[in-house]
């Protein structure tokens, strides 16, 4: 005799009743907003013949690269492709903590975003459009046996706190300097 009874894993909807029970836990222990205060960088290197972007976050490695008319392999995703990446991970990841922190039981989280990008002036032709890219669009996809406007409410709240979004829309300062 066959089982045929299918292993339930646990969803979403769990995850984040642990991921909140853990973010008002942390909360308590620290009180302060320098408790909070952290440094974050990545490093990146190219040194081959590849020209390839070896990136290096913490613990985890990436690369970065481009197509061939930019002189690339295609080894990796393009540097606008992973401000997409930045932008959706870090949105995705703000649903969550606001949905744990709500008990919202969401069972799928999907954040599509896609940008213009022109790399016209690396390559001398003249063009209007922006150095940068532009018209990011984010699509979110929210899955959940709540009340629409209670999905509403999630992605309003996540629209006004997600960091890199709020990033990608203020300017803010950079110092570059030779190391």
Sequence with gaps: MTNTTAIQRPGLAQHLKEKGAAMRDAARRRPASADWDEEVGAVCVADDA??????RVGEWSLLGDGGA????YGLGPSSPELLCAVVSTCLTHTVLCLAALDDVPLDRVEVRVRARNNDARFFGVPTDAPAVPYDLTADVELRADVPEEVLAGLLAAADERCPMLRMVRAEHAVVLRRA
């Design 69 to 72: 008319d930019i002189g690339g």
């Design 50 to 55: 590849t020209g390839v972007r070896k990136v």
